[in-house]
């Protein structure tokens, strides 16, 4: 992966993608910084997205858990994880009617849940960092992919029914990352 060498912030990883429409800038849990970029854009893009960001980054690396404690943080967001998320989607289940396989806990950098075909959700741990409402709605999401797994029309009617609000709290959760919180 191509590194742009920067004097204040070191190496930032700069990251090419089909499906990326604009250049974006993030920092990660240990401090890290990459970018994301169209396939064809220019690199003075990326180059003036960083100039034009140096004070949101100082800012949010100064926020950035240190190296050390993060394990410490990770194990207990893990153990809150598995105290609270399997009890919450198996009382959602049972109140919509709803019935999968297992479930299991993630801390994927990208999802906050899913449904494979076989019936098992997978819930982020980092949802633990997210208010109960975004929580609910990320089970409820997936809980409704035991029933369709797609995103078409009647997938958001089955989580309309169960959510009606669920287009603001999609909203919402876009504002939030995993891993990121």
């Excluded at 590194?3 to 912030?9: M, P």
């Excluded at 994880?81 to 109140?95: G, I, M, N, T």
Aim: glycine share 4%.
């Amino acid at each position: 992966m191509p590194i742009l060498q920067d004097k204040e912030f070191g190496s930032i990883t700069l990251r090419r993608s089909r499906l990326a429409r604009v250049v974006r800038l993030k920092v990660d849990t240990h401090g890290r910084v990459s970018m994301s970029m169209p396939m064809r854009a220019p690199l003075y893009l990326a180059k003036q997205l960083l100039e034009d960001s140096r004070p949101q980054l100082r800012r949010l690396l100064a926020d950035a858990p240190s190296r050390a404690t993060d394990p410490l943080q990770l194990k207990a967001l893990r153990k809150k994880a598995k105290e609270f998320l399997p009890s919450r989607l198996q009382q959602l289940a049972a109140k919509h009617g709803f019935s999968y396989q297992k479930s299991r806990l993630s801390s994927a950098g990208t999802r906050w849940g899913s449904c494979s075909s076989r019936g098992t959700i997978s819930l982020n741990i980092y949802l633990m960092t997210l208010p109960s409402e975004l929580i609910d709605y990320v089970i409820i999401h997936e809980l409704c992919h035991t029933k369709h797994m797609n995103h078409s029309r009647s997938f958001w009617q089955l989580v309309a029914a169960y959510c009606p609000d669920y287009k603001q709290l999609r909203r919402l959760l876009k504002q939030h990352r995993p891993a990121q919180n």
